[in-house]
């Protein structure tokens, strides 16, 4: 298992659309797989954060999505099959611009078909936080940044700002403010 850099902004593979699985029961995809777990574990013991990777962020063009909450687990060839009519607004962050948070909107609701590592098809119906974590890392796999997705007024704000602005509750929706200072309005970040 290799604990790989994270590609950020600017990396041309971030844009790339990855490569359908054919055998996802291969050495090759548990590979990627378990570097995918290493590096997420390492960013989480060094910064307290993450919750999932996409495999084009450690450099592999193909369609994994590695989350790492109370438990792994690997999508493969993840789809989402079904989308809710209802958004809400979330303040995105990305390993890829570690610096800077989105404003996007998101589907409260998604159904999502994968492959697990057994190569056998699941689908999972899921809700605000992990939906819009699975948009974000679905979104990946296509070479589409959050950043692309930015909405609303100001849609971009510098991590230090926001930690400074904001509680981590504050993360869904129009967060209230710690101060009466508001967040310096940023341009887009290329």
Request: glycine share 4%; aromatic share 6%.
């Amino acid at each position: 298992m290799t604990i790989h850099r994270i590609r950020l902004l600017g990396d041309p593979v971030l844009r790339a659309r990855c490569e359908t699985i054919a055998r996802p029961k291969s050495t090759a995809v548990r590979v990627i797989a378990d570097d995918l777990r290493e590096t997420l574990r390492d960013w989480q013991s060094r910064f307290g954060s993450g919750r999932a990777i996409a495999a084009p962020q450690i450099g592999a063009p193909v369609r994994i999505v590695q989350v790492e909450m109370d438990r792994p687990w690997t999508l493969i060839n993840p789809e989402i099959v079904d989308i809710g009519t209802e958004d809400f607004t979330v303040w995105d962050d990305c390993f890829s611009f570690p610096n800077l948070l989105v404003r996007v909107q998101r589907a409260c609701h998604i159904r999502v078909r994968y492959e697990d590592l057994k190569g056998e098809v699941q689908e999972i119906d899921l809700e605000r936080d992990m939906a819009e974590l699975l948009q974000h890392e679905i979104d990946h796999l296509d070479g589409v940044l959050a950043v692309d997705r930015a909405c609303g007024s100001d849609p971009f704000c510098l991590r230090e700002e926001w930690n400074r602005l904001y509680t981590a509750s504050d993360r869904y929706g129009e967060p209230e403010q710690r101060s009466e200072q508001v967040p310096t309005p940023l341009s887009a970040p290329l």
